[in-house]
């Protein structure tokens, strides 16, 4: 499979990641945390719920909303002097739930036994994409068309002109970066106008009144998450879980997401994913396997660690108290964004 990249830079907002981490309260969708233990919502989960409505996101329905934006952006580009059209072909998938989905559970113990991590393969994944397919820009034959200063001019009208270099340099020392629709080109235009017809959720997200709740909320999750402010109980934890792992025969892990994360990494590195230009080396069917092999050594492992240590357990507790104290010292500022933002649940 070959995907075909330019070679113009451009930054695409990545704080939208952080704010679903926020909004969900850190939920995953599995029912169970990876430990075996019954997944609860916490006090700052329960509070953010109401940004929600209890429709589930269908394909149709976020195609739906991809083609709206599309369609705004195209207007934008056109009125800055740009061609441009509708990109619908972006890739967005809306994943199954575990009802609808076959095979085992995410993150239990089967899982980890016959997918590992669900890094090369997982229930459902084959039919997602055929080795096929190909990710095709429409946009590209006019983009590759500009000079280079066109296409910068291109890219920073869709996209927006990116972070300064102040905020680069506070993000490269730990700190954090609120999103701007206003400064996030085309698409942060369109995407802000189509939120607002979709109460709740990233509306009350990209509303620069609570813009500092939000920025404040990470801090909760960096107690749990964040390798520089880490709870002294999760560094305990961790250290007790990278000991189980180098007796298992893995070394050198310092928490959970290190495992995972680097086989991720190594994997999609060996197929040129993240480097400048070039084509993406699909992988053979013995590579495939070769590496699941691994994967799924060390996510058992990983798994029994964690279910010996009750991880998840004491993972939960630290963040549970940390959301009840967040929330207990900000309930005037959650419940006017509740007020504001809330979806009416239906009967």
């Not at 113009?8 to 909004?23: F, S």
């Not at 509306?203 to 920025?215: V, W």
């Not at 900000?330 to 649940?345: F, M, P, Q, R, Y």
Request: aromatic letters at 10%; a negative charge.
């Amino acid at each position: 499979m070959s995907v075909r990249t330019s070679s113009a830079r451009y930054w695409v907002p990545a704080a939208l990641a952080i704010a679903a981490l926020a909004l969900t309260g850190c939920s995953g969708d599995s029912g169970k945390a990876e430990s075996g233990a019954a997944y609860e919502e916490g006090p700052l989960g329960k509070y953010m719920s109401a940004l929600w409505d209890d429709e589930a996101m269908t394909q149709e329905k976020f195609d739906a909303e991809n083609l709206k934006t599309e369609e705004l952006v195209a207007a934008c580009m056109t009125k800055e002097g740009f061609e441009y059209e509708p990109n619908t072909n972006s890739g967005g998938v809306v994943t199954m739930s575990e009802e609808d989905s076959e095979g085992p559970e995410w993150n239990s113990e089967e899982f980890a036994k016959e997918y590992g991590y669900g890094i090369v393969d997982f229930p459902g994944g084959g039919a997602m994409a055929g080795p096929d397919d190909e990710y095709v820009d429409p946009n590209q034959k006019y983009i590759d068309s500009l000079s280079e200063s066109e296409q910068a001019a291109f890219y920073e009208t869709l996209h927006g002109p990116g972070p300064t270099e102040e905020e680069m340099a506070a993000m490269e020392e730990g700190g954090s970066f609120t999103s701007d629709w206003t400064r996030e080109g085309c698409y942060g235009a369109a995407r802000h106008e189509t939120q607002q017809d979709s109460p709740g959720g990233m509306a009350a997200y990209e509303d620069p009144e609570f813009a500092e709740l939000f920025e404040s909320m990470n801090a909760v999750y960096e107690t749990v998450y964040s390798e520089d402010k880490l709870n002294p109980e999760i560094e305990q934890t961790n250290r007790d879980w990278s000991d189980c792992m180098a007796e298992a025969g893995y070394p050198d892990l310092t928490d959970p997401m290190t495992a995972q994360n680097g086989l991720s990494e190594e994997y999609y590195a060996s197929q040129g994913m993240g480097e400048d230009g070039g084509e993406i080396k699909e992988p053979t069917q013995k590579e495939k396997d070769a590496f699941q092999e691994r994967e799924i050594e060390m996510a058992t492992a990983d798994f029994t660690c964690k279910k010996e240590l009750k991880y998840e357990e004491k993972q939960q507790k630290v963040l549970f108290a940390a959301e009840q104290k967040f929330v207990d010292e900000n309930k005037a500022a959650l419940d006017a964004l509740i007020a504001k933002h809330g979806v009416k649940k239906k009967d």
